[in-house]
């Protein structure tokens, strides 16, 4: 097959030419950090099946947001910057593959790094291809048992490309860098996304805060809430009846819209009734109604207000 032919039949010509130590990430890695010395001149983008010698797995151990990958490149580099293109393939049978997303960049003499926002399953491979004929697509050596696969280079992200593989004594010297993505929103929950908890957005969580006004009657309190954001409001109560009594009162858990206001009743319970009864209208007791919510990250906000309670005994 044609396409066999050209694993067997990729050359080496020395363009790339010390060892540069790889960087560790708190986030998951893949690949292999072997540091780049050759590159090959090839039509076709390589990766890799085995790699002996390789630290890190070589497949995607776990799935989430591909943000970065990097090549290492030993002194004294190519010639000029040269143009590389990293694939990320997904395997789909014997012979074919799913090119799932693409990045490019040009690499240099040391470590090259490239940002990037590419969905990763477990089990995805890491392909490149360097489009520049000067220099060709960078390899790091390796033993000659080591297993390389081809891909049309030109695919596309959501493209299909034949493969093929083959014995080669090269490696291939990409690594790319894994972040979760809890919220399913595509951005890696490390570096791309500061609200991992909330797939509306990729800023800092935003802040739920509280305004409350109430209004009293003889048998409860309506208390009216706003929040600048979506959230879930409880609103409670706590009357102080004297010589250490005190009645709780309780509104319930609504859902409230941004800048819409949304009713709570908080019903008066028969012993605040009974002390309000028992004073003039003179004295007040004193009923603290505090409203509370979280944002999408659980950070809690409060609203506490106080609203005066006239006594409805007889006149002193």
Known sequence: MKLRKAVALLGATLVLGGVIPSVASAA??????????????????????????????????????????????????????AAVTLKTLRLTGAESLLVTGESSGSIAAGSNSFAARIPIQPGDHLGIFGSDPEVGTPVCAGVAENKLGIFDPATTPGGSSMTASGESAFRIPVVGTIEPDADNDGFGDETQDACPQSATTQIACPVVTLSASATATKKLVTVLVTATTAANVTVNGKASLGKGKKAKLKGGTKAVAPGAFTKFKLKFPAKLVKRLKELPPSKKLTLKVTSSATNVAAAPSKKIIKVKLKGQGPHS
């Not at 540091?35 to 790699?51: L, S």
């Open 28 to 81: 998951t890695e893949f690949g292999d950090p072997c540091p780049a010395v050759t590159g090959i001149p090839t039509p076709y983008g390589i990766f890799a099946y085995t790699a002996a010698g390789d630290p890190l797995p070589l497949t995607a151990p776990v799935g989430g947001i591909l943000t970065k990958w990097r090549i290492e490149v030993t002194s004294p580099g190519p010639p000029k910057a």
